[in-house]
């Protein structure tokens, strides 16, 4: 039997459907079954502390980037930040008297007072982690753009940090104390290699718990600085030119 023109553009319309519903179905099945991709993390072995596999020598990349997205949910991304290593706030004192090098480098990137000072850094914001089944209510991971390099992550929970000090000390050990009073809560710290974990056990303005992390590459924060004072040098040098 003899198809006309039309017939057969309906046939291979029909067959050409066919195919591709056989094939979405096929990738449907399968993907349902496929794990979430692994963290990419660099390959020389990290050391000191880490958040999903991120560590100081973590590099950061898109496939990184997708991948947070899968553990944490959509991320919003900002460049050219500010930097604020106090965390929460009102610790300013506790990290003035206990944290000097975390303090003293705090001044170094806010070296204009009471001036914004932006860095050449990426800083990824996760607000829904909680609906990943991560009891974590904002974090924030900073990174250098010149070396692709973590710098500080910081993290808040609305709990009272109960069990992420008891995980914490698992993993790493017994934490130093520090009861900073009323205002500030308890403070748990953890120090490794260049590195310093934070935890702060506080309260909000209603008096409802919450704690805070921060994860400090101090290598990587010192490294930052040191490229910032130099680039400064030469801006003021050809200033004298002129």
């Not at 993993?171 to 104390?177: A, D, I, M, Q, R």
């Amino acid at each position: 039997m003899a198809f006309s023109k039309r017939n057969l553009l309906v046939l291979f319309t029909i067959l050409g459907v066919g195919i591709v519903g056989v094939l979405g179905a096929w990738w449907w099945l399968s993907s349902k079954d496929r794990p979430a991709p692994n963290l990419p993390i660099s390959d020389s072995e990290q050391t000191g502390f880490t958040f999903f596999n991120i560590g100081q020598r973590t590099i950061l990349t898109k496939a990184l980037r997708d991948a947070l997205q899968e553990k944490l949910g959509p991320d919003a991304i900002e460049t050219k930040t500010t930097i604020d290593l106090i965390l929460p706030a009102e610790a300013e004192a506790v990290f003035q008297n206990h944290f000097q090098e975390v303090f003293s480098a705090n001044r170094s990137l806010n070296h204009l007072y009471e001036e914004r000072v932006e860095h050449d850094t990426t800083r990824l914001i996760y607000r829904y982690a909680r609906k990943a089944n991560i009891p974590i209510d904002y974090i924030q991971l900073l990174f250098d753009n010149h070396s692709k390099s973590p710098l500080f992550f910081s993290m808040m929970s609305k709990t009272d940090g109960g069990t992420t000090i008891k995980e914490l000390s698992n993993k790493y050990g017994p934490p130093g104390v520090i009861d900073g009073g009323p205002q500030t809560g308890k403070t748990f710290f953890w120090k490794k290699d260049a590195n310093i974990l934070i935890a702060t056990l506080t309260q909000n303005r209603i008096g409802m718990p919450e704690h805070y992390l921060g994860f400090y590459f101090m290598e990587n924060i010192r490294a930052l600085i040191d490229l910032e004072s130099q680039q400064r040098k030469k801006h003021r040098g050809l200033g004298d030119a002129f």
